[in-house]
């Protein structure tokens, strides 16, 4: 008896390993996919004397904390922070000089500044961004070409170097975020 007792719970300890290992191993087949996300790729290929560093294309610039006392009235600006535009491989014997025209919304209270299009519910109001550029001082922001923003080029790498800063485009500004955006383009002879 203790024979068949023995053989019996041997039988039973198979089927039982058997059952686990192929639950074990149907578990462990089993594939799931699931939805990661999406990479944008985005570039231009341009037939032009340089191209645009990739850093300088989609550009983030930071005017910090402005005290709204240090913008009391209008005209008063913040302090001016650099604004740098790279241009790669550039060959001279394709052109020799670069110029920056520059697009944005401008300020109904003062054209030579963009408006703040922050959405922000506290958002400052009387308050614009200037850019200045290294020779003339205020850029416009109608697309013109200006003298002030034109570049001689160099075999290779090219920086043109900006500023942008606050401005108070009333006398009665009122604190809360600033939020500004321009395009730019550039012309080659």
């Given at each position: ?21 192929s ?17 944008n ?26 005290r ?43 054209p030579?500044?963009l ?15 200037q ?16 003298d ?16 942008a ?14 939020a ?10």
């Amino acid at each position: 008896m203790s024979k068949s007792v023995f053989t019996v719970k041997a039988v039973a300890g198979l089927v039982f390993l058997a059952a686990t290992g192929s639950a074990f191993a149907a578990s462990g087949s089993t594939a799931q996919t699931v939805q990661g996300g999406t990479i944008n790729f985005t570039g231009s290929v341009v037939d032009a004397a340089c191209a645009v560093d990739v850093n300088s294309e989609s550009q983030n610039i930071s005017l910090g904390q402005v005290r709204l006392a240090e913008l009391d009235s209008k005209g008063a600006t913040s302090a001016e922070v650099p604004v740098k535009i790279q241009l790669d491989d550039c060959d001279s014997s394709v052109a020799t000089t670069a110029s920056f025209g520059f697009n944005g919304q401008t300020d109904e209270n003062d054209p030579t500044s963009l408006n703040n299009t922050s959405t922000d519910a506290g958002a400052a109001k009387g308050v614009g961004v200037q850019m200045k550029d290294s020779v003339s001082g205020i850029v416009p922001f109608d697309g013109s070409f200006g003298d002030g923003s034109k570049l001689t080029l160099i075999d290779g790498t090219n920086v043109a170097s900006f500023s942008a800063y606050m401005i108070a485009t009333s006398d009665t500004p009122t604190a809360g975020a600033v939020a500004s955006a321009v395009n730019f383009n550039i012309k080659y002879e």
